[in-house]
């Protein structure tokens, strides 16, 4: 029984933690600088009709913590919206991705437990030594330089795999 409360402790307090990220985010973009409204209408020219529309379609004129309920609402049930860019449903755009995504999160699994075990066990063995501080100074290296995707992926082929420098590059937008 300990086990199953411990659990329900840890599911509430994670829906605790994304709802008020959420809401910090949620808070965040309401409070930045320009209009909502003349971000979607883009180039067009600001009728008071489809300034009306655009108002209508987002709750715009509602209160900050309604226009908040309608769009977790949205959000529970699937509908993130649609890309203010592209016009895209962000749901299609994610699930398109997905499968890259998943592929480097295992691939980079692979990786962490081939290369990063084996030589955190032999810099266990030796602590102090010169492979421990090695291994200690790379994964420090490695956890503070992530790669921004700014230009293209930093590594090529390796082999056995469906092309990372690819498969980044996709993810990163550059197609």
């Known amino acids: 029984m300990p086990v199953v409360w411990f659990l ?3 599911l509430v307090a994670t829906v605790l933690i994304v709802l008020a990220v959420s809401l910090l985010v949620f808070s965040l973009l309401t409070l930045s600088p320009g209009s909502v409204v003349d971000t979607l209408l883009g ?3 600001p009728t008071p009709q489809a300034i009306a529309a655009i108002e209508e379609r987002y709750h715009l ?4 913590l309604v226009q908040y309920g309608h769009w ?6 699937g509908d993130l919206g649609a890309s203010m860019q592209s016009g895209e449903q962000l749901t299609d755009a994610i699930a398109a991705q997905l499968p890259v995504a998943l592929q480097l999160a295992f691939l980079t699994l692979i990786l962490v ?3 990063g075990v084996v030589t955190g066990l032999a810099a266990g063995i030796r602590h102090g030594g010169r492979l421990d501080r090695i291994t200690s100074a790379l994964a420090i290296i490695g ?11 930093p590594f090529g082929v ?18």
């Open 158 to 175: 390796l082999p056995g795999t469906n092309h990372p420098r690819r498969i980044m590059a996709e993810m990163c937008g550059f197609r």
């Open 143 to 153: 956890m503070t330089s992530v790669d921004q995707c700014r230009d293209e992926p």
């Open 72 to 77: 977790l609402v949205s959000a529970a049930q």
């Open 8 to 10: 329900a402790r840890r």
């Open 61 to 64: 004129d509602d209160p900050f």
């Open 43 to 45: 180039d067009q020219q």
């Open 113 to 115: 437990c081939c290369f």
